[in-house]
C-alpha cells in the first residue's frame, strides 16, 4: 500500500510504500477510492495541534470498497461501497463525547493512503447519489455541521440562520443543510465572491464582517437571526450576541480566531441567550447526517480534487483558506 506520512513536525508528508493491511478482530480494510482534507490536517502538519506523535498517516474522511474482514465481522460487508465515520470512541452519552473519543487520521493511521483498518462500527453504506468524491467529502465537516444545526441548534423551517465565514466544509454544509430544510439563511464572510457563491447555493444574501457595524445593517436590513452558527469565537464573538434574537442560540464548532474579548453577562441573561459548545458528532450524527444528505438529495461542494502524491500542494492551499467547500483526494 501506499501512504502519504507525517514524518515530523512542520515538514511536508513524505510517500511511502507500506505493506498490506490485515484486519484485526473486529476490524475491516478499506481500499480508498477517495479521501479529503480538513483544517485538522493542515493545524497537524504546521505542529499546532495537540497529541502529535509521528510518523502517522493523516486523513479523517475516506469512502471505498471493503476488501477485508477480521474475525467477528459478518461477511456481508466484504466487496460493499462504504464512507467512513472518523468518530472513534464517542461512548454512550449522546451529549458529550466520552474520554477515550478521538479522530481517525491521529492517533491511529488515516484516510491518506490506498487502504486503511477501520472497526466495522464506523461504516455506512455509501450513498447511491453521491460519487465518490463528493462521500468523501461529507463525514467529518458534514457530522459536525449536523450536530451544530439539529443536535445543538435545534433548527427548524422558517427560523431566521446566520452562518459565520461561509466558504470552510462545516459552514458550507451548515448553509446547504439548513436550507435543505426550509430555514432562511444568511452569511458572512470577507470574501464578497464567497457571499456571491452562497447566494449561488441557496443563500439569502451575506454581509462582510470586516466591516464596522455590518451587524447593526444586518439587523436593520434582515433583523436578529433564531440560530447563529459559528467558528470563529474572538473580537467579533460581542457583535454576535448582540445580534441575536432575544431567546436566540449561538452554536460554536471552533474559536478560530481565539477568545472572546469579553461576555456580556447582561445580554446573555436579559436576551435569555443560550451559548452551546458543539464538536464533531454522535454515531447517531453521523447516521441522520447521511440520511438527510440522501433524502434531499444534497451535493457537497468540492473546490478542488488533488491526487493523493499531491496532498501537500493542497494542504500548503489551506494557509491562506481561498477555498469555498472540500479539497478532496483521488486516489487511485
Known sequence: MKAMTLVGKKVPLELQQRVDLTPDPGQVIVKLNAAALNRRDYWITVGLYPGIKPPVVLGSDGAGIV?????????????????????????????????????????????????????????????????????????????????????????????????????????????????AIGAEVWVSSSSVAKIDRAISLGAKGGFDYREEGWEKRFAATVGSPDLIIDSAGGPGYAALMGLAAPGGRIINYGATAGAPESIDMFKLFWKQLRLQGSTMGSPDDFSNMVDLVEKCQIEPVIDAVYTLEDVNQAIDQMRSSPQFGKYVLEIS
Open 67 to 179: 476488501s477485508s474482514c477480521g474475525d467477528g465481522v459478518d461477511g456481508v460487508w466484504e466487496g460493499q461501497e462504504v464512507i467512513l465515520n472518523p468518530g472513534i470512541g464517542w461512548g454512550e452519552d449522546p451529549a458529550v463525547q466520552s474520554d477515550q473519543f478521538h479522530i481517525l487520521g491521529l492517533p491511529e493511521d488515516g484516510t491518506f493512503a490506498s487502504e486503511v483498518a477501520v472497526s466495522v462500527e464506523q461504516l455506512h453504506r455509501k450513498p447511491d447519489c453521491l460519487t465518490w468524491e463528493q462521500s468523501a467529502a461529507i463525514p467529518l465537516a458534514g457530522t459536525t455541521a449536523y450536530r451544530a444545526l439539529f443536535s445543538q441548534g435545534n433548527v427548524k423551517s422558517g427560523e431566521k440562520i446566520l452562518v459565520t465565514g461561509i466558504g470552510g466544509g462545516v459552514a458550507t454544509f451548515a448553509l446547504q443543510f439548513a436550507t
